[in-house]
């Protein structure tokens, strides 16, 4: 109490602005507070929770001078307008579910730093020659229905309609849970904006990698978002007596599963265009300390920020494990689960994302995002552009995820003067 009332304590005037770090921070905590477990964050599409959270961030929305709606989907919307009504906007957003017992970050970061970007300038009464929206995603993670960017593909018009019959654990239809959610399935279509509304949508979210923090970097200008390859694999030996059958006769799965595992591992670590490959799940079978494993299945995740070098390294990584098979008399069986196109964020927007970095003083730097992000489906109906903040030790998905008011300030001020040096596309390109 003394202290603050101190003349000198600079810091405990309240006639003084918070930074926008500052203000970032007390919001990712005020709406890390609505979870449906008090202990551990979780915050899922078309919950209760979900609707609370809603309604904060639009309040906020509202206090930046935007005018707001929710759609079809759960998205908040908000709309800032430029130095005259009814202009193409330049779209800012992220997403505001969760995974289960996730932390703060993921998401809600970008969002609420567009939306205090957009609260500073109301404040200072400035009007752009573009609009600004901000859009919060319903759905990114897609936890409940096990289908990814509903909120996203419903902006850009590519919302898959037979979603709606996906039914969660409780047996809850997506159609049901929108209805109880006060929403009209059959509305979702308008939620759908077109290309000439939009001159961009750029996205500020955590990097959930640690590449930032090993280059002391506090932002990073994001390249593309990596596409993905997603492999199952099967291996077929014979099971047998772990004390009978000699080690030349054997056909174990298992063993031949490690070795196209460590294979798989080798080629990416050599990899130079950035390759990452992962084994996240094995499973043998019969799966007794006695018996020789007679079939393995596993799985292959692929990524590269280039959709060529990917299907190349795709096709080495098959043959080699083909290779593996044949010599130790494993059948094998290789299908693609899942495969996503790389996005590229727009050269003219990363020109600007660049920017604005070097005009706050950092080293620009740039990196491809291995995670997906609402851009994915956003590509569909705007140039996407994203800015990357360094979290401490690329945790993410996790409580611990965590990133530096200062970090978050200066996510802030890189995009407070992207907004007001934005130039729409065919003045970029004029200038
Ligand atoms: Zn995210």
Known sequence: MADAEHPCDLDGDPSLDPS???????????LSAISETPDHLTRIFLTPEHRAAADLLLSWMREAGMRTHLDAIGNVCGR??????GLPCLMLGSHYDTVRDAGKWDGPLGLITAISCVGAMHKRGQRLPFAIEVIGFADEEGVRFASTLLGSRAVAGTFDESVLGAKDRQGISMREALSQFGLDPGRIGAAARSRSELHGYVELHIEQGPVLECESLPVGVVTAISGATRLAASLTGMAGHAGTVPMLLRRDALAGAAECIAAIEAFCRTDEGGLVGTVGYIHAMPGATNVIPGQVSFTIDIRSASDAHRKLAVADIVRQIETIARRRKLLLQVDVTHDNRTVPCAPWLRRQVA????????RVFELPSGAGHDGMAMIDVADVAMVFVRCRGGISHHPDEHTDTSDADAGARVLLRLIENFRPRGAA???
């Open 355 to 362: 920017d604005a970095i070097a005009g706050e003083g950092y």
């Open 20 to 30: 926008l770090g500052q203000e970032i921070v007390r919001r990712i905590d005020a």
């Open 429 to 431: 390109d004029s200038a």
């Open 80 to 85: 800032y307008e430029g130095d005259r009504p």
